[in-house]
């Protein structure tokens, strides 16, 4: 009878301390999950998604408690995966649904209810997208625009913010009690009803090939700041900036071998902590500088051959379109998304216009391409060591993203592909896969060698995909899809947004390229 006593008690306490510690990790859990750490991506730029799914993961971020288990959890939403490019995945990252896994595991045919999210924690993700390293660039953009660029990084925000609403409303339509339907899911299926029926699948190929050039650029740049900041904070060494970049794309071929970015995705919250943590020290060595802050330099007029340029810089900079679709679709309250958009941008508004104004007074006209080469070789060759980390840390990610979008274009289309599967039936690699990402690698490499400038090539691609995705594409596809429902000021925003737009976006590709094209000669010739 004893005996039995003391089971009881002792499972009964047993029992108990579980469910106290299974309390304490959901408490925890949520605790961290509703102050927004969690696994998500910078900027980055990416504008930085191939399809949402994919955004879902490492832009959205995966919510704590989620980490430490292995779900899988295919959503295939939308049309199915019929589209070039618009790849779906699993939870994991192993490959798109219904398929076979990558690992050579089978994959779960149910879907998974995916955890929704606040709009704080979607609030935290766009910051992370439209407030990346590559804000390191503005104040160039105010040493060539004066006064003008500061009113551009408003215009910008006020833009974005626009174009993002719209991007959304044009995921839905009025069902027969007049009741807002959500009927597509991503960027691409937008893209994809506006040139319905002729050509049913040309707006999807016209979104691919902006990301997978947008996330190209994206690697590039990685490349050449990395390069670039490793010159400058240790200029004494034998070792030129082209040296620098190709021991930083000797670290980088692993990506090559990546299968998903579970692993990486884990990083990221330390990147951007520590990028705020950069940020606030450049600030406040500016501000320990006020004294001699040269306000006479703020100039109100442009330099005409390279303010096109900080135009693409400055759009670049608030690149988030293409994962907005995921991010509304995956918040637990839709109707707080304009809300949502309205402070971040603010918040990213001012804190850019403040950075970029801050930094020039204290420069000047030797403000250089990348901001924290001009500070002190005491404190520089810590500071950029650390954005070194994040870029290195940072650069899977689009790189990942390209390559499957590059091969589910190419290669896993059913039978409409042009080449082989890249993984065989047991998930493995073959040699073309390894080709083909190991070609990428090099491709980013060589881009940064013969054209080593930040500047430019982020003007380039800002003017060229930043302005299509951000202006041009939302106005044009709101005005196709809704234009009768539209009032006279909302067609009149959108005409004068996609004419702002391609202006911008011609004159900035023209000047970048023409840089880009004499660099590139004189890297040649060198």
Do not use: E, G, R, Y
């Given at each position: 009878m004893a005996t039995l006593i003391r089971n009881k008690i002792s499972n009964k306490l047993s029992n108990a301390a579980t469910a106290v510690s299974n309390k304490s990790q959901a408490k925890v859990s949520g605790m961290f999950a509703k102050m927004g750490f969690q696994a998500a991506t910078d900027e980055e730029a990416l504008g930085f998604a191939a399809c949402d799914d994919l955004d879902y993961d490492h832009r959205q971020g995966m919510q704590m408690d989620i980490l430490t288990s292995d779900e899988i959890g295919g959503d295939g939403s939308g049309d199915g995966g019929a589209l070039d490019g618009d790849s779906h995945y699993q939870r994991d990252g192993t490959g798109p649904p219904h398929s076979a896994s990558k690992d050579g595991g089978p994959t779960n045919e149910l879907s998974e209810v995916r955890p929704k999210i606040t709009a704080w924690e979607a609030g935290w993700n766009v910051t992370n997208a439209i407030q990346g390293m590559f804000v390191l660039g503005l104040p160039y953009a105010i040493l060539h625009g004066g006064y003008l660029g500061l009113f551009l990084i408003i215009f910008a925000a006020v833009v974005c913010c626009y174009t993002g609403k719209i991007l959304i409303a044009c995921l839905y339509e009025e069902d027969e009690d007049g009741q807002l339907v959500r009927v597509r899911d991503s960027y691409v299926d937008i893209a994809n009803a506006c040139c319905a029926p002729r050509f049913p699948s040309l707006g999807g190929h016209i979104v691919n090939v902006a990301q997978i050039i947008e996330l190209v650029m994206t690697c590039i740049l990685y490349v050449v700041v990395s390069g670039n900041l490793m010159y400058?904070?240790?200029?004494?060494?034998?070792?030129?900036?082209?040296?620098?970049?190709i021991i930083a794309t000797a670290a980088l071929l692993p990506?090559?071998?990546?299968?998903?970015?579970?692993?990486?995705?884990?990083?990221?919250?330390?990147?951007?902590?520590?990028?705020?943590?950069?940020?606030?020290?450049?600030?406040a060595y500016c501000l320990s500088r006020a004294r001699d802050w040269a306000w006479d330099k703020v100039k109100f007029y442009i330099d005409v051959k390279k303010f096109p340029i900080s135009i693409g810089i400055i759009v670049f900079s608030y690149t988030s379109q293409i994962f907005l679709p995921s991010l509304e679709g995956n918040m637990s309250k839709p109707s707080e998304f304009h809300c949502m958009m309205n402070w971040t941008h603010i918040a990213a508004c001012i804190l850019k216009g403040l950075f970029a104004l801050v930094a020039y007074l204290t420069w000047a006209d030797e403000t250089k391409e990348v901001i924290t080469d001009n500070l002190p070789s005491t404190i520089r060759a810590v500071v950029n060591i650390f954005l070194v980390a994040k870029a290195l840390l940072s650069y899977p990610l689009p790189f990942f993203a390209a390559v499957e979008v590059l091969e589910k274009s190419f290669f896993q289309d059913g039978g409409r592909a042009y080449f082989p599967d890249c993984y065989g039936g047991d998930g493995r690699l073959k040699s073309w896969g390894l080709t083909l990402r190991c070609s990428l690698v090099v491709f980013t490499l060589l881009m940064a060698i013969y054209v080593p400038h930040f500047a430019l090539l982020m003007g380039l691609t800002g003017s060229l995909t930043g302005a299509g995705l951000c202006f041009l594409l939302p106005s044009l596809f709101h005005l196709k899809l809704l234009w009768r429902k539209l009032l006279w000021h909302q067609v009149f925003f959108d005409v004068s947004i996609f004419v702002i737009g391609g202006i911008c976006s011609i004159s900035g590709f023209i000047h970048s390229m023409e840089g880009l094209i004499e660099a590139f000669k004189y890297n040649i010739e060198d």
């Open positions: 400058n904070s240790f200029p004494n060494m034998p070792i030129s900036q082209k040296s620098w970049a990506c090559a071998f990546l299968k998903n970015l579970k692993a990486v995705s884990k990083f990221s919250l330390l990147c951007t902590l520590a990028h705020f943590v950069i940020n606030i020290l450049v600030i």
